[in-house]
């Protein structure tokens, strides 16, 4: 794909990826969702498989932002080894087209769990499985959300 291509490619996934998330949720399969709308690669069944990092796993907190782990399973669907190749070697490239990621993410938000982004975002943490936190958190939070969930597929639309 040429550079202009990409380009153009990718900022149709950000607005598609932004728009998923704010009607949807679950950061992981949005990014996920999107890429497979836009280039191809993924599967329903790694969709589907994502659903529980949202919220860094299981709406804890605690793990890594959803979008960008959404976004390293995306890459591994181009870059990943594969379980019949587990012999041939560790697929290092993988790994370091998700440090890039990740690298960015970080520079981006100074962090990559989900508590340090509500943080970031509205000065503090929630407790997701408390209705009355969340409904807080989703309205302090306003598009912020979206917007990471936007950046981290147009990256890894840039970085396939």
């Known amino acids: 794909m040429k550079k202009e291509e990409k380009e153009i490619l990718s900022k149709k996934a950000y607005q598609m990826a932004f728009d998923y998330e704010l009607k949807y949720g679950c ?5 996920l969702t999107t890429v497979k709308e836009t280039i191809g ?3 329903d069944e790694t969709i589907k498989a994502s659903h529980g990092l949202s919220g860094g796993g299981g709406l804890t907190g605690a793990g890594a932002c959803g979008a960008l782990t959404g976004g390293l399973m ?16 560790k697929f290092v490239s993988n790994f370091k087209t998700g440090k890039k990621l990740v690298e960015r993410f970080e520079n981006e938000y100074g962090g ?36 990471a969930t936007a950046l981290v ?8």
Request: hydrophobic share 30%; aromatic share 10%; proline share 1%.
């Open 41 to 43: 690669l993924v599967t």
């Open 112 to 147: 990559v769990t989900c508590q340090h982004l509500q943080k970031e975002f509205t000065g503090r943490t929630y407790d997701m499985w408390n209705a009355e936190e969340y409904a807080a958190f989703d309205k302090a939070r306003k598009e912020q959300c979206a917007r």
């Open 27 to 31: 950061c992981p399969q949005c990014v």
């Open 153 to 160: 597929t147009q990256w890894v639309i840039e970085l396939l």
């Open 74 to 89: 995306a890459l591994s669907c181009k870059r990943g080894r594969d379980r019949d190749k587990f012999e041939k070697g």
